[in-house]
């Protein structure tokens, strides 16, 4: 990880558990102010979801809400708009992680890999990611992913390719994880339950599972974080203290010992109750409306 994808400012050695709320809001808008490594990026306002055709206009505005505050973005899909998102976080000096949306749709996911690998060749995607959580949803096998993503180095291999998914079915499918360029593990002690307290000790031994299994290659967390409210998960409560200090924890252990994150997410968006419930409602560092919750 190069060192200007951090910070001015120096988290190692900070006792978060002696902080107030206010001291901890004041560190999270400074670490925001300093810029973190990535942030999962979907340009969606209220009463949008993904069907929409996204247009310029929309892209460029949220972007300018997070840009100055991150130095990579990631993407999700490569229509509907979404592919106008790498070129327009290149206006704002950002390196993305163009991600290639599959599913059980095989006629999209040709067009999903022809964009994405159009966009690579075209020098606006520093990482493609070919595929997110396929494997988990069950929507296909191993064998169809690492048929996707062998096109995909083959038709880009100036560019690295990787592959997303919760962390331990990089352990679960060794064939996938031997395939990817670089490893992009989803780590979530939210949806697993773990008590807020122990969350960060709960995400070091996930990030370490799938580094175990990497062999050597780059692991990056490609996402990661804690919803502000909505219903518990087992152990895990959503609140605005918690989210707050998993964030600061988060980042300073990223400074620390040298992992690439990309937070989830940058805005709170109201489509995702329909599969994760209310709680799917309040990930974002920003609100709906674009408003920094720890302003």
């Given at each position: 990880?190069?060192?200007?994808?951090?910070?001015?400012?120096?988290?190692?050695?900070?006792?978060?558990?002696?902080?107030?709320?206010?001291?901890?809001?004041?560190?999270?808008?400074?670490?925001?102010?300093?810029?973190?490594?990535?942030?999962?990026?979907?340009?969606?306002?209220?009463?949008?979801?993904?069907?929409?055709?996204?247009?310029?206009?929309?892209?460029?505005?949220?972007?300018?809400?997070?840009?100055?505050?991150?130095?990579?973005?990631?993407?999700?899909?490569?229509?509907?708009?979404?592919?106008?998102?790498?070129?327009?976080?290149?206006?704002?000096?950002?390196?993305?992680?163009?991600?290639?949306?599959?599913?059980?749709?095989?006629?999209?996911?040709?067009?999903?890999?022809?964009?994405?690998?159009?966009?690579?060749?075209?020098?606006?995607?520093?990482?493609?990611?070919?595929g997110n959580e396929v494997l988990l949803r069950g929507d296909m096998g191993a064998d169809d992913l690492i048929d996707y993503m062998t096109r995909a180095k083959m038709t880009v291999p100036q560019v690295e390719v990787g592959y997303v998914d919760a962390y331990f079915n990089f352990r679960e499918y060794p064939q996938v994880t031997e395939v990817c360029d670089v490893v992009l593990a989803n780590c979530y002690p939210f949806w697993e339950g773990c008590?807020?307290?122990?969350?960060?000790?709960?995400?070091?031994?996930?990030?370490?599972?799938?580094?175990?299994?990497?062999?050597?290659?780059?692991?990056?967390?490609?996402?990661?974080?804690?919803?502000?409210?909505?219903?518990?998960?087992?152990?895990?409560?959503?609140?605005?203290?918690?989210?707050?200090?998993?964030?600061?924890?988060?980042?300073?252990?990223?400074?620390?010992?040298?992992?690439?994150?990309?937070?989830?997410?940058?805005?709170?968006?109201?489509?995702?109750?329909?599969?994760?419930?209310?709680?799917?409602?309040?990930?974002?560092?920003?609100?709906?409306?674009?408003?920094?919750?720890?302003?």
């Amino acid at each position: 990880m190069g060192k200007e994808h951090y910070r001015r400012l120096s988290l190692t050695g900070i006792d978060v558990a002696s902080y107030s709320l206010a001291q901890r809001r004041a560190l999270a808008r400074d670490i925001l102010d300093t810029k973190i490594h990535g942030l999962s990026f979907s340009p969606y306002i209220e009463g949008q979801g993904p069907g929409i055709q996204l247009g310029d206009a929309q892209i460029r505005e949220r972007l300018a809400i997070v840009a100055p505050h991150v130095s990579w973005i990631r993407t999700f899909s490569c229509t509907e708009g979404n592919e106008r998102i790498p070129v327009i976080a290149a206006e704002f000096g950002l390196q993305t992680m163009v991600g290639v949306w599959l599913g059980e749709d095989r006629d999209k996911n040709e067009i999903e890999l022809s964009a994405g690998c159009e966009l690579a060749s075209a020098g606006y995607a520093d990482i493609l990611a070919v595929g997110n959580e396929v494997l988990l949803r069950g929507d296909m096998g191993a064998d169809d992913l690492i048929d996707y993503m062998t096109r995909a180095k083959m038709t880009v291999p100036q560019v690295e390719v990787g592959y997303v998914d919760a962390y331990f079915n990089f352990r679960e499918y060794p064939q996938v994880t031997e395939v990817c360029d670089v490893v992009l593990a989803n780590c979530y002690p939210f949806w697993e339950g773990c008590v807020a307290e122990h969350a960060l000790l709960y995400m070091k031994e996930m990030f370490r599972i799938a580094a175990r299994c990497a062999n050597g290659k780059r692991v990056i967390i490609s996402e990661t974080g804690w919803p502000t409210a909505g219903t518990p998960t087992d152990g895990a409560t959503p609140s605005y203290e918690h989210a707050l200090k998993y964030f600061i924890d988060t980042y300073q252990w990223a400074e620390e010992d040298g992992i690439e994150v990309f937070y989830f997410a940058a805005f709170d968006e109201a489509w995702k109750t329909d599969k994760e419930g209310d709680v799917g409602a309040y990930w974002g560092l920003w609100d709906k409306d674009g408003k920094p919750k720890y302003a």
